[in-house]
């Protein structure tokens, strides 16, 4: 039977598998398997269990039209605990062998993070819950009510609209689960996990009154005897995941002290409990320590963060570089080796003495599971759910452009999926978003589709993005719309000079977010191309500092200026030079987008329509920033087709 041809529904048929959980035993993975459901409109996400040896056929554990999600095996491995919505919110249920899974939270809120108490007799959960005041659940007045706002940090794009509650610690017992409340502060904590001997607590937050601009926090250690802290730190990181060696002699903290503001790469510290200090791990390391990457396809990818090893002399982690994710070990004397390299995006992982598992993503198998015995090197596909399948997919071809004074530019070059030689095909540039983010090897899902359509896209990581180094990323700030543009331009005209096949009078431009913003740049400074489709995009600095969740800082952090800088903000606003935009465009925004609210793509349009030009404005209402990845399926379908319908329209 031939290979069947990538469409925009395939997404029905694929299955993602993501946030692995290897059993004490070092035999057995739990894993949570995402679909989605065409009726319910929506996503299934149900926990698996895989034999670690060898590829073999998974037994599911949960069922369902729901989302359970989040595995983790107790420490003796007779039960494990997982997320689930089945009774209307995420709450925490325990699953021992084949009986039903019991619900032990049902907490006002949902419960965001869990962690097995070494004793495997008790759970660690955080959610939110009403700030300053009882944390009893209380009586709801359904009626719409009034938002009164006296912070500057009162909206998200994932929460919405923030109401009083903060995230707080709650124990709960497996066997009774009877609920006991650990905090009560008026900030948000941050679970990070038990000590080795089960008798205090990490975590972390941020104890001051004014958070508008705090983005740093401090460690504790929260005693479960009396519950006394103790600080380890002093306020001086961004702290991204921390945990105990399995000794207790040392606390791992992945984090950085924002030198380089969000454009920060964050770092390895380790607090040594007996001097107290604090210390650098493999300063000498250049690199993204996590998965950066971005994709569009993979479902409930959950940041498993860093992992000590059994013998508490190194610490695991993913790494982001150079277009692929791959996995760490950085020791404690200083050294560094790799764990799992290779042309991949590793986007979770687990490890049991010697052995690892790792969900992975490539063009190939879109979504798999492996094991990687650590002593052998040997790789083992355990599962691919996809395999059946037997898709027709166009496979990336590296790209690098490097000028004459060291600069450069890395990408991707993807031909059309039935190319000919001999014939002329014409070319989507795609620009991700971020900016401080990183194309590479995953498996893509809108560059099959326009690929499937005849198109060849070129996917690139200017300068901002992760993968190339520290002074790499940190070279957009300031500069929106400077070097990017020039990068973006000069590494397509660089593919053009190297690949014949591309019609150059049919080039076509896409991006979100950050990229959205650069379409509208790059369409207001040079006519090459013959459409653009810009979405979830920025058009108006001026605006978007006071309108989006981020502005007041990003904007500040990014362009360099505030609201007492109008020029600058104007200068690098893309509504500036709408008069001498020609390309027609293409404009795609979420109604519910917080991010980059959609107000920004109704100054853009109207500015265009006013002048005269051509331009078409779709909504989508029910949508955030989050649309084109985890957004309703009809809707990204319905976005991914009206790009098709505009490239082949004017293309």
Known sequence: MGEKQICIDTLCD????????????????????TSIDHVKNDYISNVYSFKVQEKNVPLQLTFGTNKHISPKWSPTGHAFAFLSDRSGRMQLFVKVGLADA???????????????????????FSTRVKARGSIEEAAQDHLPQPHVVEKMKYKS????????????????????????????????????????????????????????????????????????????????????????????AYVAILGHQREFENATQPKLFLYKRATKTVQMLAEDKDVYIGDVMIGDFLQQVVDQGIKWTDDSQAIDALVSQKGAVHLWRFHLNGDVTTLIEGAQHIHGYDIQSDCVVATMSTVERPSAVYSVNLRTDDLVLIHD?????????????????????????????????????????????????????????????????????????LFTNPRGGHGYGQTFVDAVRSDYGGGDFRDLMDVLDFTLAQHDWIDRSRLGLTGGSYGGFMTNWVIGHTNRFKAAVTQRSISNWISFYGVSDIGYYFTEWQIGADLSDIATLWHHSPLKYVEKVETPLLILHSENDLRCPIEQAEQLFIALKRLG???????????????????????????????????EKYL
């Open 613 to 647: 030009k051509e331009a078409t404005f779709m909504r989508f209402p029910e949508a955030n920033h989050e649309l084109s990845r985890s957004g309703k399926p009809n809707l990204r379908f319905a976005r991914l087709q009206a790009i098709v319908d505009w490239f």
């Open 14 to 33: 694929l299955e993602t598998v993501t946030s692995p959980s290897l059993s004490p035993d070092g035999k057995t993975v739990l894993a949570v398997v």
């Open 157 to 248: 794009d994932s929460r919405g609209m923030f109401d009083d509650s903060v995230q707080q610690m709650a124990l709960v017992s497996t066997d009774k689960a009877e609920v006991t409340w650990l905090t009560n502060d008026h900030y948000d904590i941050q679970l990070h996990g038990f000590s080795p001997d089960g008798s205090a607590l990490l975590m972390s937050g941020d104890e001051r009154d004014h958070h508008d601009f705090s983005f740093l926090a401090d460690l504790w250690l929260l005693s479960l005897e009396d519950g006394k802290r103790e600080k380890l730190t002093s306020a001086s990181l961004v702290i991204l995941d921390a945990c105990f060696s399995p000794d207790g």
């Open 385 to 457: 759910g996809n395999e059946q399948l037997s898709l027709e997919k166009s496979y990336p071809e590296p790209v690098y452009y490097e000028r004459d004074d060291g600069t450069f530019v890395a990408g991707w070059l993807m031909k059309p999926t039935h190319f000919e030689e001999g014939k002329k095909y014409p070319l989507i540039l795609e620009v991700h978003g971020g900016p401080h983010a990183m194309y590479g090897v995953t498996y893509f899902h809108e560059f099959q589709v326009l690929c499937a359509q005849g198109y060849g896209v």
């Open 102 to 124: 019991r619900q032990l939270t049902d907490v006002d809120g949902a419960v965001t993070k869990f962690s097995w108490a070494p004793d495997g007799r008790h759970i660690v």
